[in-house]
């Protein structure tokens, strides 16, 4: 079975930085697109970035220039930088994978369970 695990959220103070991991098993990691997303109280799922299969990448607007994601298909982990933290980035976090599982064909989406990332003074 596919496991998301994501790692690396907690408190910060505005204007310092966090680095999130997604670690992944049973995934076909590198013909993966792999996503981040986060819900904040009260509020929608947004997308963050996404690092496609073939590397490239694409970040929401409010996050460009602040955040970087990346990947090492070696480590099947997904990673997601984040500097100049503000409080609006107060969220849960979520790793989403595009892919298939080891032994099938068809492509699903795997969710993470989330990680809390809480920016305050």
């Known amino acids: 079975q596919v496991q998301l695990v994501e790692s690396g959220g907690g408190s910060a103070q505005p204007g310092t930085s966090l680095r999130l991991s997604c670690a992944t098993s049973?995934?076909?990691?590198?013909?993966?697109?792999m996503s981040w997303y986060r819900q904040a109280p009260g509020k929608q799922r947004d997308l963050v970035a996404v690092?496609?299969?073939?590397?490239?990448?694409n970040y929401a607007d409010s996050v460009k220039g602040r955040f970087t994601i990346s990947r090492d298909n070696y480590k099947k982990t997904m990673y997601l930088q984040m500097n100049s933290l503000k409080s609006e980035d107060t969220a849960v976090y979520f790793c989403n994978a595009k892919g298939a599982q080891y032994g099938r064909s068809n492509i699903r989406y795997y969710w993470g369970q989330g990680t809390q990332v809480t920016v305050s003074s």
């Open positions: 690092i496609n299969s073939d590397g490239t990448t």
């Open positions: 049973g995934l076909i990691f590198r013909t993966s697109d």
